[in-house]
């Protein structure tokens, strides 16, 4: 059976989903009809997480050659992509914002509370840029339900529309969480 699903160009999600059905089905009760142990996975896969809502932009830029093989935030390649990326943030509205470890810049941008069912929810969207030893990794919104949003998908699209017309596009990559 594993044979059979690893020949498919995602077999691995096939053979997750299989396993994900065996675990379920020893959950669900014997006479439980194949339409709850539907539902029960559809739940799980479908509203534990937002699987569209991440998105990252690569660059992969050049180490100068009297560095070694890691770039340093310091570099002006890294210097002149930051700057690209501010230009770009703040034509969206993103300010520069503070920096978690690990990343060498982070920014936001603040939407207005939502109020549901007497709740107060705020809206903040995220940008991060981590430092990778080929480049730059830049990071458009969160993980979680429903983290798509159409502020993150303009800046994802700008950013990366921006580093290719700088950079070329052999040098930038782009994903979306789960089809990397």
């Known amino acids: 059976m594993t044979k059979i699903l690893s020949s498919r ?3 691995l999600q096939w053979t997750a989903a299989l396993r994900l ?3 379920l089905g020893a959950l669900a009760p014997p006479q439980a009809s194949a339409c709850v142990r539907l539902v029960l996975i559809a739940g799980v896969l479908f509203c534990a997480c937002d699987p569209g809502g991440l998105r990252r932009v690569q660059l992969q830029l050049r180490a100068p050659a009297t560095s070694g093989t890691n770039i340093a935030v310091g570099s002006p390649d890294v210097q002149e992509a930051l700057q690209t ?7 969206h509205g993103f300010y ?3 920096s978690e470890s690990g990343d060498i810049r982070a920014y936001s941008l603040h939407r207005p509370p939502v109020t549901v069912d007497g709740r107060v929810y705020t ?3 995220h940008c991060r840029v981590r430092l990778t030893s080929t480049g730059l990794l830049v990071t458009f919104g969160e ?3 429903l983290a798509s949003n159409p502020e993150a998908e303009g800046l994802f699209v700008d950013v990366r529309d921006a580093f290719i017309k700088r950079y070329g596009k052999k040098n ?3 994903h979306r969480f789960g089809n990397t």
């Open 96 to 98: 520069l914002g503070e």
């Open 9 to 11: 160009p995602n077999g």
């Open 123 to 125: 809206r903040s969207i």
């Open 85 to 91: 990326l501010d230009a770009v943030a703040v034509r």
């Open 143 to 145: 993980f979680g339900f």
């Open 172 to 174: 930038v990559r782009s």
């Open 21 to 23: 059905s065996r675990i």
